[in-house]
């Protein structure tokens, strides 16, 4: 039988990518919005429209049978710079992606570090450190550059005129009439 949870996560909606984290480089919606508050800090990515929100308050991580799609995220500051660490990915999503097609490990042993600076008035170094030892032999680092933008970000509405999945779902129903 062919269902939903039979299908990629990206053509369910549930992720995407670029969509991070980590945040890589994509073809489209790679836009983000950064908001803090006082105890909290969000990364709006454009890409599926999935706020991440960051404690920084100082709890602890949840519960280690918590598992979540983009991880449980904890974040502190180092002098001018956002540290960010995520554990508890679920083991269904890849401990590293970095685009649509190529995907590497699972997130069950994942723990993310990311860090977010400000280098200029327009300018972060967004840099990431993926630690995942039943997958690499070593952890690696990225970094990449962000610049301020005006441009206005656009809700990534996927589900919406999503037909592609609807159509793949029907076309099993066929099947599986036709077949009877």
Not at 26 to 47: A, D, K, R, W
Not at 131 to 159: G, L
Request: glycine fraction near 10%; aromatic fraction near 8%; charged fraction near 20%.
């Amino acid at each position: 039988m062919d269902g939903p949870e039979d299908r990629g996560l990206s053509e369910r909606c549930i992720l995407g990518f670029a969509h991070g984290p980590p945040l890589t480089p994509g073809g489209y919606n790679q836009n983000i919005q950064l908001f803090q508050t006082p105890s909290h800090v969000v990364i709006l990515n454009e890409m599926v429209h999935d706020p991440r929100i960051v404690p920084l308050d100082g709890r602890p991580h949840l519960p280690g049978n918590v598992l979540q799609w983009n991880g449980d995220a904890r974040g502190h500051w180092e002098g001018d710079t956002l540290v960010i660490e995520s554990t508890h990915f679920t083991d269904k999503t890849a401990s590293f992606a970095p685009n649509a097609v190529a995907a590497m490990g699972t997130g069950e042993h994942l723990r993310l570090t990311e860090r977010l600076t400000r280098v200029g008035a327009d300018l972060l170094r967004y840099e990431y450190t993926v630690d995942d030892p039943t997958t690499f032999t070593r952890p690696f680092t990225a970094a990449i550059p962000m610049r301020r933008s005006d441009v206005p970000m656009f809700e990534y509405a996927c589900h919406e005129g999503n037909y592609g999945l609807l159509n793949i779902l029907r076309g099993a129903r066929a099947a599986e009439r036709a077949a009877r």
